[in-house]
């Protein structure tokens, strides 16, 4: 049975924590792919540059890895994206394999808010990546049995993030060994991030 890692995210831009997150899973859970789904209208975010520019970003950080694919399976959905519906699609297209979702720790305090979370918690094996050191500290309004659902993934994660760099962008700050040196070219090359935001 073949086992295949989602990563979501809004990816603007991709950088290099979410390669270290993806490499990471693909050997601490012997992943056979791992596939980062770039968000289309995320429900809970605004000003997010546009979809092609996140999309072409990815492909273009992820496209030296046979490992790592790319997903438009939120892009071309209408409607805001829901991690249920695209875990679902996964689930539906590969029947035989073993689904792993994985995301940061982040989303704990607003996990049982998300769109049919208990039926995603069951669904598929939900893989939060951790700090090292990290403790759940409390439940986050999840029973123990939810918790019980969820696996967790050590990483030294770098102190990087989307936000960031998109603010060194704006103050002309450099952004080199953030990115992959491809995504700071389209970057600049698109002169993405110099205003609010990007479309």
């Known amino acids: 049975m073949q086992r295949y890692g989602i990563i979501g995210g809004t990816f603007d831009p991709i950088h290099l924590g979410h390669l270290v997150i993806a490499q990471t899973a693909l050997y601490e859970f012997r992943l056979d792919k791992i596939y980062f789904i770039p968000s289309g209208q995320p429900p809970h975010k605004t000003g997010v540059t546009a979809a092609e520019h996140r999309y072409r970003m990815t492909l273009l950080a992820t496209i030296d890895n046979p490992q790592f694919l790319v997903s438009r399976v939120e892009l071309d959905r209408s ?111 698109h002169g993405l991030y110099l205003g609010t935001h990007s479309s």
């Open 79 to 189: 409607g805001p994206s829901y991690t249920y519906d695209t875990v679902q699609s996964f689930l539906e297209e590969f029947r035989q394999g073993e689904l792993y979702f994985i995301t940061g720790a982040d989303v704990l305090p607003e996990l049982h808010k998300w769109y049919r979370y208990q039926e995603l918690l069951r669904s598929c094996q939900f893989v939060v990546v951790t700090r090292p050191g990290f403790c759940l500290h409390n439940t986050y309004n999840l029973t123990s049995e939810e918790v019980q659902c969820l696996k967790y993934l050590e990483v030294p994660l770098l102190e990087v993030s989307s936000t960031d760099i998109r603010r060194r962008v704006q103050m002309g700050r450099p952004i080199r060994y953030l990115v992959p040196s491809a995504v700071e070219d389209y970057i600049c090359k």
